[in-house]
């Protein structure tokens, strides 16, 4: 971490120059802090592309660092030599992926690996120790049996899936605490789909059996992994539907979206793959149950991401891109009522790596912490 910590130090220099930077950046304090008193995190599957994202923003939180940049097949290998944005920045080699060693010696484990993966390791020993936030989808389903219907595994560890907070932060803030253990976070269309909808669900706007999601996303949500259908001429120049009616995330935003209904509901999820590196966009139909006007639906928005640091409701007709928070932990929202047909189109926009994924994550690590929601996370959307 040497060489992290000469690099806050250079930005501290350099940011003596400009208080804008060294406000946002608060860089002061990331330089005099005491190491004990940082977070210390260790990331099972660093060498992901999800992993690569925690890497990214960890090295900008003020208050944690990395101390374990695990990895499967690149142990021994230097970590800036697989991601080169790190370059000079990190100094350390992956380590093996070894839960229980890993748990001596940090305060959080963030397992952003595949399905099945965190749930055949963890353990009471290392609950006794440490916090989980697991980036995969082992324990965000309460029920098992669903879990095991939809993923085609054996769950490896289902005691411990009603313990689980699903760390969807904007819903369930409350649910996260100090005495939190594991925090299953969410999927990255799923945080889309349940954002831009739950509002109008939850005052009993529209009927939630109604609803139909339509999603795309760009490669990256598919891992780093080599596979065929990721090949650049097999996606480029190219858009697809992808696992119709099948797809793993539909039971995860019914379960989601029927707690905020009051009673179990059935919808259609149809994702998409499309040629570009990151981005979700979702655009979603559902039929009201009531004669309502934009500004009835806007006050619901409002009424739930008002004082939301990272949901955008945008102005009246603008529809969210996915260009504007890339980069961001930013979700963007907006609808627009279909008079007539009666139905209402209801829109979101995120980057898929950041609040799909490793932001959320962060997000979740802060409140598990205590900390500002936002922490290390204040990255102006980029463009282009
Ligand atoms: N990509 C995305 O947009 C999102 C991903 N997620 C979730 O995050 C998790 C990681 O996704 P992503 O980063 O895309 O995947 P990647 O395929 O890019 O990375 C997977 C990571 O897991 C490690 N790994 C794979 N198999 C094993 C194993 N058997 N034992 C130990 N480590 C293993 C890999 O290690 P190595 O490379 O060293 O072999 C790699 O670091 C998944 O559960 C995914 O569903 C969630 C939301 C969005
Ligand atoms: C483009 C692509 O393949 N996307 C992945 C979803 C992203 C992901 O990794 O899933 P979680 O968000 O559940 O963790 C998929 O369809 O399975």
Request: proline residues 3%; glycine residues 6%; neutral net charge.
């Amino acid at each position: 971490m040497n060489k992290y910590k000469n690099y806050c130090k250079n930005l501290f220099t350099i940011s003596k120059k400009s208080s804008i930077v060294s406000k946002v950046l608060n860089l002061k304090t990331l330089y005099e802090r005491n190491d004990e008193t940082m977070i210390k995190v260790g990331i099972i599957g660093a060498t992901g592309y999800a992993g690569n994202e925690l890497v990214r923003l960890l090295l900008g939180h003020s208050e944690a660092q990395i101390e374990w940049f695990g990895s499967r097949s690149y142990i021994d290998q230097k970590y800036a030599d697989i991601y080169r944005n790190v370059f000079q920045l990190v100094d350390a080699k992956c380590m093996d992926d070894n839960m229980e060693e890993l748990a001596d010696r940090v305060d959080v484990i963030f397992t952003a690996t595949p399905q099945g993966l965190c749930a055949s390791l963890v353990n009471d020993k290392i609950l006794s120790k440490v916090k989980i936030v697991d980036l995969s989808a082992d324990f965000r389903l309460k029920n098992v049996d669903v879990y095991e219907q939809w993923y085609k595994i054996e769950h490896k560890s289902p005691q411990y899936i009603d313990e689980a907070v699903y760390g969807l932060c904007e819903i369930n803030r409350n649910k996260i605490t100090k005495d939190t253990r594991i925090v299953a976070n969410p999927g990255c269309y799923t945080t889309c789909s349940i954002l831009t909808i739950y509002p109008l669900v939850k005052e009993g706007i529209i009927d939630p059996d109604s609803i139909i999601i339509d999603a795309k996303s760009g490669t990256s949500g598919a891992g780093r992994g080599a596979k065929v259908a990721n090949l650049f001429c097999e996606v480029n120049e190219s858009m697809k539907a992808y696992g119709v009616g099948t797809h793993r995330h539909t039971p995860e935003i019914e379960e989601q979206l029927g707690y905020a209904a009051g009673k179990d509901i059935k919808l259609i999820f149809t994702p998409h793959l499309v040629p570009m590196n990151r981005g979700i966009l979702v655009t979603s139909y559902a039929d009201l149950k009531k004669d309502v006007t934009y500004e009835d639906v806007k006050a619901a928005y409002d009424k739930y991401y008002k004082d939301e640091y990272f949901v955008r409701v945008l102005d009246k007709d603008v529809c969210p891109e996915t260009r504007w928070v890339e980069g961001s932990n930013y979700v963007d929202v907006n609808f627009k009522i279909e008079p007539r047909t009666n139905r209402i189109i209801m829109m979101g926009a995120l980057d898929n790596l950041v609040k799909g994924a490793a932001g959320q994550a962060v997000q979740n690590m802060n409140l598990l912490f205590g900390l500002p929601e936002n922490t290390g996370l204040k990255q102006v959307p980029m463009f282009p």
